[in-house]
């Protein structure tokens, strides 16, 4: 079946700009997470959502970082106001259920570049 | 939170040797420990799984071994391939707190393997 697709695949604003990433979950999966993936580095947390209900935002870096999942299945992540340090690949990730030890899928990312 | 160690950063081995690689981490409330496989430019891929009440699993070339009481977990490859050759990523997810599932990924290792 189709697996964790996200858009675009590469972005490249300037500094000011606002731009908006899309994840598209595995269908009927439960969770979606987002991270950053810095170059060289592990991803790292920036929310979560169970269902349409973002329950944990604390990743998220400045308030310039919003996200949504307003129907419970497609997500963006926009980033209003980009500056350079948000230059980084953005990968979202989809499991089936709530439990916490269900396998994340990840999708292949956007990479952010910010002049 | 939770912090995840990973060493080495970077590996090579020659085709048909083993490699290891091991992750440290700090909350004993973490319980499920996954290992992701991500080639160049690609999604991250969950290669094996171990969950706090076991302490080995095996898959085919791939094992991976979990010491609860030292905090560590090790990810085994025996009989490597140049298909091997990725960067591996292991990550803990704790039992508890509002983002169940949430992943803290090390920093990541990069496997050579010379034909």
């Known amino acids: 079946g189709a697996g964790v697709s996200q858009s675009p695949r590469y972005k490249v604003a300037k500094r000011g700009q606002d731009v908006a990433l899309r994840c598209d979950p595995i269908s009927g999966h439960v969770s979606l997470f987002w991270y950053q993936q810095a170059l060289g580095q592990g991803p790292e947390f920036l929310t979560y959502f169970q269902n349409e209900a973002q329950l944990d935002k604390s990743g998220l870096p400045s308030d310039r970082f919003f996200a949504e999942r307003p129907e419970g299945s497609v997500s963006t992540l926009k980033i209003q106001r980009t500056q350079q340090e948000d230059s980084a690949v953005y990968l979202c990730?989809?499991?089936?259920?709530?439990?916490?030890?269900?396998?994340?899928?990840f999708g292949p990312g956007t990479r952010l570049t910010v002049l | 939170g939770e912090n995840v160690e990973q060493h080495p950063s970077t590996l090579s081995v020659q085709e048909g040797d083993s490699a290891v690689i091991k992750c440290t981490y700090s909350d004993s409330a973490s319980n499920y420990f996954p290992w992701y496989k991500q080639e160049l430019g690609k999604r991250p891929q969950l290669i094996i799984d171990i969950r706090s009440n076991v302490g080995e699993k095996k898959d085919q070339r791939i094992a991976v071994t979990l010491n609860k009481t030292a905090k560590h977990f090790s990810l085994h490859i025996t009989e490597t391939q140049p298909e091997d050759s990725a960067v591996y990523f292991c990550a803990a997810s704790l039992g508890r707190g509002s983002t169940l599932g949430r992943l803290y990924f090390g920093r990541g290792t990069q496997l050579t393997v010379w034909p």
């Open positions: 990730a989809s499991s089936l259920a709530s439990g916490g030890t269900d396998t994340q899928y």
